[in-house]
Each structure stands twice: as structure tokens, then as C-alpha cells.
């Protein structure tokens, strides 16, 4: 299968941004994903990107793809408390279905 | 329009029986796929249905299987239960199958195998 690789842990004061990474190693995968969970919830589709884009922002969300490097990164302006929870970056398989490969997940946690 | 529905939510087995879980796809989509969440391994694509057809499936053991409706509800079982299946079951759904289609994802159901 194919390697998606975050940093586990990130902490940063409210009003701040974050910045979470991501790493992949399929360079075909076409689309990349960014997924928000919170403590006993599903995952929630926060955002995603085309290959063919460098950046995408969506209201305090901005994505940054850099396809040669294989590096993926989910900005969040003015962090709020209610932003903590578990963040997966994710790509799709390259065959034909929709199998997606998870990252192992950031926990990102805001301080008051 | 409501979202993917994962029921149970939560259930507790004991080791060596079987258990089903059951996935109501957002209305309108025909593809469902089904993940395993563990704190150990993270999230593993378990199977992926599309019109009643298993498209793709993950690196499970044959005791993992699914099946899909006409009406696109999907079931997954897990025979014979091991310790190591407990886990957070997540169900997700699609339009189509294929790059460009987004999944969403159910609640999942907690399953504890005691």
C-alpha cells in the first residue's frame, strides 16, 4: 500500500495558525484529501486539492501541494478551540475505485 | 438530506462469534467503502462496493466480508472474532466510483470484542 506519513502532535495557542503536514508517496494520486475527526465521530471532509493545483483556499483553510516534493500542508488561520480534534491527510489509490490511503493522523490541540 | 448511517453504534462481542454491521449510503450514492480504525494501525481500507459489485478489497483476512443491496445499504461481517477486531468500523459513501469522487463518512460503529 502506499505511505502517508503526518507528524503526530501539534499545539498551538488560540488566534494563532496552524500548519499540518503531510507526505505521500504515490506520485499518479490525482486528488488529496484533508479530514477533520473529532473524539468519538466519523471523519468530516474538511477539503481537497487537484494535482494539478499548487493552492486551494477555502474561508480559514488554505492547501499547499507540492507535488515534486510530495509534501501536502493544511494552514488554519485564527485557530479556535473548537479546530481540536484529529486531522488525516489522504490520497486515493491509483487504481479505479475509491480506496483511500489515510495518513496516521495529526492531533492538533488548541490552547485557550 | 441525512448522511451516512452506521448501526449499531456500539456493541460488544465475545471472542469467536461473528457480527454484522449495517451502512445506509446518503441517498443517491451507489458506492460504498468500508474502513478499519485502530489506534495501532489507523484507518485500513477494508472493502469497497459499487452497484452490488466488490470493486476493490484491502488486506484482510477472509473472515472480513461485505455485500451490498439493490437499495445500496451495505452489511459487513466479521466471523469467528478475534481480540485484535476491536476497532472503530467506518463506512463511507460516494456518487461514483473513481478519482474525482469525494467519500463521507458515517459516524462507525464501536465494536469491542471482549
Known amino acids: 500500500g502506499e505511505d502517508v506519513e503526518q507528524s503526530l502532535f501539534l499545539s498551538v495557542r488560540e488566534g494563532d495558525s496552524s500548519v499540518i503536514n503531510c507526505t505521500y508517496t504515490d506520485s499518479s494520486s490525482t486528488y488529496l484529501y484533508w479530514y477533520k475527526q473529532e473524539p468519538g465521530a466519523g471523519l468530516q471532509l474538511l477539503t481537497y486539492i487537484f494535482s494539478n493545483m499548487d493552492m486551494k483556499q477555502d474561508q480559514r483553510l488554505t492547501v499547499l501541494l507540492n507535488k515534486k516534493d510530495k509534501h501536502l500542508s493544511l494552514r488554519i488561520a485564527d485557530t479556535q478551540t473548537g479546530d481540536s480534534a484529529i486531522y488525516f491527510c489522504a490520497e486515493r489509490a491509483s487504481n479505479t475505485g475509491n480506496q483511500f490511503y489515510f495518513g496516521t493522523g495529526t492531533s492538533l490541540t488548541v490552547i485557550p | ?114
Not at chain 2, 59 to 87: I, K
Open chain 2, 1 to 114: 438530506k441525512a448522511g451516512v448511517t452506521q448501526t449499531p453504534r456500539y456493541l460488544i462481542k465475545t471472542r469467536g462469534q461473528q457480527v454484522t454491521l449495517s451502512c445506509s449510503p446518503i441517498s443517491g450514492h451507489r458506492s460504498v467503502s468500508w474502513y478499519q480504525q485502530t489506534p495501532g494501525q489507523g484507518l485500513q481500507f477494508l472493502f469497497e462496493y459499487f452497484s452490488e459489485t466488490q470493486r476493490n478489497k484491502g488486506n484482510f483476512p477472509g473472515r472480513f466480508s461485505g455485500r451490498q443491496f439493490s437499495n445500496s445499504r451495505s452489511e459487513m461481517n466479521v466471523s469467528t472474532l478475534e481480540l485484535g477486531d476491536s476497532a472503530l468500523y467506518l463506512c463511507a459513501s460516494s456518487s461514483a466510483t473513481g478519482p474525482g469522487n469525494t467519500i463521507y463518512f458515517g459516524e462507525g460503529s464501536w465494536l469491542t470484542v471482549v
